[in-house]
């Protein structure tokens, strides 16, 4: 009920389109209530007149009038049923769209909550949740949302006011009959008690299990190249398989337990049918209570009383679905962010650049520190690069600086403001960041470049992408820089994915640099071509850099080395190359590696000069 509250919650915008359309349900549901009485009402004239007829009671000469009031009377019934029915039918079409309309917008309206909560919710979130299941919450179980304002908030109300005026028009024709139909309706609820819950949970389960149908959908499809790759189609055919199979047998749980709820609701009904039966009958045959009119008519209202609560029973019966769709969505509204603003935050206007780090640890789950005992202070304009082996906590340590994560001990300082005190907007705008993999989006080159300042000119476009050495292959394009670059970029290389993102930087003119990787998509020649766009990029701003390529580091201004979370060690290259540290250590192995690199490069081209030299002489035999 709580939950099913704080959906109507969103509707209230909407309140006197609801009462609009709700005065529309109670107009035609009301009228549509009349027309049994008027059956009745007919039966009995046309019973009483033919049985005046078959005991003699009426002349000869006065039948034939009697059957033309009878005629008469049957036609004014008739029409008033007629008007009744139009009536309904006038009402319902404003009725539909209007609650059409508010289910739409409430649907739009949760969804944007829905999303706007996802940008606030911190990095934390989307690592522990799969984005096929993010996905899910927000597109499918939203839209379950739509039924209950559409529709069965409607059928809701409908069968009320049903159940209400049935249940007066009852005893208005006869307080026994009456109570006796009412005294069934406990075992309506009971019978639904004994099985909510099932319902509830098995609701529950397919509703999850169709969410990781989503998950694996959705990680097959961007995973495509791989599947192929290593020939795992049928595996993953398999694998899905066997996902669609464990939803069929939760739906057929859902299912059994909503058939036994319904057939327990029809036996009552029916058992009850024929109890009124029975009873009604009797008084019309032996005491005279009733008529055979009346009879007929609260037959049809008895079937207006039941007809309801079988109906909200059904409603019940889906909103158990419902409401696990509900859960999931309020459990990602009601996760707070891990990174929380300050409530009067420091704004920046302008940030020098000094960033320090004092005393920091980090972990991604308790007791795993991450990165342990941190301290450093990179100085406005300074170029700092992080090297050490994989995993040693490089890229960790970058992302405290935008504040994606917190430290969970120490500081992280810019500019002597702690980041916990400054606004994470201000913070971020005077950032940019060129991963290893970064990310474009669906649209056109112009609008990927322009992502991080959508109000920079076409020149000041043209010149961040001629500065990442961009433009000529954008100019290749047919369209230029209109050109679409498909979901994520994937109508573009690598490299020329990493010119993009890089040109995004350019544009956006930070004040703080953060480079992870950011020509490791590139051959050697582009990042020669590269390198002193960057180079002139990072002047006057404090940049940190990653690179396991240490060509891209050795002109740093500080060098910090990483091990197992911790700064082993700290200088330029020239001190550190011979210090015998892990410094030392990389630079001897990759400089073993491109010797051997080297080693096959050479032997490749003597090889392809010797074949050269035996095809030639073999074409001066022939």
Sequence with gaps: MVLLLRILVFAQRYRWLLAWALLLVFVGTTMGMLVPHLVGTLVDHIAGLERLAEMGKLPPTQIETYRDNAWHFLLLVSGAIAGVHLLAALTSYPREMTLLFVGNRVIFDIRR????HLQRLSMRYFETHPHGQIMSRVLYDVEAVQAIVSTQLVEIITNIITLAVAMTILFLYSPRLAALAVAVLPLYVLNFMVVRRRIRHAAAEAREQYSQIYISLSESISGIKIIKSFTRETSEVRSFSREVRESIGMNMRLGHWRTVLSIGANLITQGANVGILLYGGYMVLFTGEMTMGQLVAFRVYQGMLYQPVMMLVNINNQLQTVL???????????????????????????????????????????GELVLEDINFIAEPGTVNALVGPSGSGKSTLIHLIPRFYDPVEGNVMLDGHNLRDVSINSLRRNIAMVMQEDFLF???????????????????????????????????????????????????????????????????????????????????????????????????????????RLSTVMNADVILVLDQGRIVERGTHAELATANGVYQMLCEVQFSQAAEKMREHEEGLRNKTEKGKRDKGRGKKE
């Design 113 to 116: 909550r829905l999303f706007r």
């Design 324 to 366: 696990a769709a509900i859960e999931r969505i309020f459990e990602t509204l009601d996760t707070s962010p891990d990174i929380e603003e300050h409530k009067v935050p420091v704004k920046f206007d302008y940030i020098e650049g000094r960033v320090e780090m004092e005393k920091v640890d980090f972990y991604y789950e308790p």
């Design 442 to 548: 669906s649209g056109t080159l112009r609008e990927n470049i322009k992502y991080g300042r959508p109000e920079a000119t076409d020149e000041e476009v043209l010149q961040a992408a001629m500065a990442a050495n961009a433009h000529d292959f954008i100019m290749s394009f047919p369209d230029g820089y209109e050109s679409l670059v498909g979901e994520r970029g994937t109508r573009l290389s690598g490299g020329q994915r990493q010119r993009i993102s890089i040109a995004r930087a350019i544009l956006r003119n930070p004040r703080i640099l953060i480079l992870d990787e950011a020509t490791s998509a590139l051959d050697s020649e582009s990042e020669a071509q590269i390198q002193d766009a960057l180079e002139l990029l990072m002047q006057n701003r404090t940049t940190f850099t990653i690179a396991h």
